[in-house]
């Protein structure tokens, strides 16, 4: 009985710290992948003189977009060889412009939803 109670004892005491260092640690993977995207788009524009619409996407980075305006200078291999996803499984969003820059790039954070607080507040380039 005093052992399960001393388990007990370190799980709550142990839990919320690795919780805690989850949450910070997912942060700031999706805080590295837009760095990544934020050179990858950087090289695109050095290369083709402007950076691909919103509508071409991120998806510019790998794959040439077909749609106008079409890039001039286009590398074979694309910029990235994939996609990353944000750490909670979304899809990160691309504006060009951007309201805060030439582009805005981010995660809706944990809910997946612009806006929110804490951990559900949206991750930028910002």
């Known amino acids: 009985?005093?052992?399960?109670?001393?388990?007990?004892?370190?799980?709550?005491?142990v839990a919320p710290n690795v919780l805690q260092n989850q949450d910070r640690a997912m942060v700031e993977k999706a805080?590295?992948?837009?760095a990544m995207l934020e050179q990858a788009l950087?090289?695109?524009k050095l290369d083709?003189?402007?950076?691909?619409?919103t509508d071409q996407g991120l998806d510019a980075l790998v794959n040439k977009p077909t749609s106008s305006p079409e890039p001039r200078?286009?590398?074979?291999d694309g910029y990235i060889k994939r996609l990353p996803q944000d750490p909670w499984g979304n899809q990160y969003q691309y504006l060009q412009p951007g309201e805060h820059g030439p582009f805005d790039l981010y995660?809706?954070?944990?809910?997946?939803d612009e806006g929110g607080e804490g951990?559900?507040?949206?991750i930028g380039n910002w």
């Open 1 to 13: 009985m005093v052992v399960i109670v001393i388990l007990g004892l370190l799980v709550s005491i």
């Open 31 to 34: 805080r590295a992948d837009i």
């Open 42 to 44: 950087d090289m695109y």
């Open 48 to 53: 083709n003189h402007s950076y691909p619409t």
């Open 73 to 76: 200078n286009y590398r074979s």
């Open 107 to 112: 995660s809706t954070g944990a809910d997946g």
């Open 119 to 122: 951990l559900a507040s949206d």
